[in-house]
């Protein structure tokens, strides 16, 4: 029996393609520079109020307030899929298939699910203040914490004008030398050098308690920590030898850091952590990057995960 040597789809997650320009534009690149088809996924909620009591949303507690049936909401799912289906293939222009389902269920079960057979997830992170946030949650986050494939979050209205580099975030965590192996691939695909950045890790970022001789100690380590990492994923990656590669390590707020970094670059790859393996999770700093960066992050599943992705 033969294996099947069709490339996984890059999954996309759509809810409305008007203002998903950004993630269509990223999601169709990658596809198109990649070769790996590119399947749109629209998720759709039957039954559902119009308005939001608690947040005090247009329609929330009128009386043209209105549950519609299955059948109007399939219409309007069916038709927002095919406007971004038709904006998909004019991005990667037939480099690669481009098909679009609609599915039902809540849309960060049903995009995990989708994980397991995908090459990436691809989802856009909406323009929502932080109080909605914490009412509604946020799908980008649920997903990026429980895929089983890396998953890449679009900041809305985002533009790779301008912009150049692969920040590569890393902690001194078992899963590095994946998270480095990635944006090494990821790099040469853009063109892009690589900034692989790493925050000390003292037993105290303010006051008194850290001298300078303990700083340089600890940089000295995180220097040879980072030249270890670059050496073995060149071992690892040997394709990639002429990525141009840069290492800093810094004793700042690594979110911040990092934040700032995503302010010029064209992409942030973070890893989750491995000592939250007990219960898939996304740490502090990774959380700051899905909510604040601005250029696309892509996450990382924990290394050698069961059912991890396809190539």
Request: net charge negative.
């Amino acid at each position: 029996m033969t294996a099947d040597t069709t490339p996984a789809p890059i999954v996309v997650g759509i809810l409305d393609p008007e203002v998903e320009t950004a993630l269509l534009e990223y999601a169709g690149r990658l596809a198109a520079t990649s070769g790996h088809p590119l399947r749109l996924v629209h998720v759709f909620q039957a039954n559902v109020l119009f308005g939001d009591p608690i947040l005090g949303l247009p329609g929330a507690m009128q009386p043209q307030s209105m549950i519609i049936d299955d059948s109007a909401v399939g219409r309007m799912a069916e038709e927002l899929l095919g406007e971004a289906t038709a904006i998909a293939r004019d991005v990667v222009a037939g480099a690669v298939d481009v098909s679009g389902e609609l599915l039902r269920g809540h849309a960060a079960h049903v995009l995990i699910e989708e994980s397991e057979e995908a090459h990436r997830v691809v989802i856009q992170r909406r323009g929502f203040s932080r109080i909605h946030r914490i009412f509604t949650g946020s799908i980008s986050s649920r997903v990026a914490a429980h895929a089983h494939c890396p998953v890449a979050v679009v900041p809305e209205g985002w533009s790779a004008e301008g912009r150049t580099g692969v920040v590569v975030g890393v902690s001194d965590d078992k899963g590095d030398a994946q998270v480095l192996g990635h944006a090494l691939e990821e790099a040469t695909r853009l063109g892009e050098p690589i900034s692989l950045l790493h925050g000390l890790d003292l037993p105290a970022l303010h006051g008194d308690l850290v001298d300078h001789a303990t700083t340089r100690d600890w940089t000295a380590r995180g220097e040879q920590y980072l030249a270890d990492l670059v050496e073995k994923a060149r071992d690892q990656a040997p394709e990639h030898p002429e990525t141009p590669l840069a290492t800093r390590v810094f004793a700042e707020a690594p979110a911040d850091a990092l934040v700032a970094a995503s302010e010029q670059a064209r992409l942030v790859v973070v890893g989750r952590a491995s000592h939250l393996n007990a219960f898939p999770h996304l740490g502090g700093v990774t959380r700051a990057l899905l909510r604040e960066a601005g250029c696309p992050v892509e996450v990382l599943p924990l290394p050698n995960r069961p059912g991890h992705h396809r190539r």
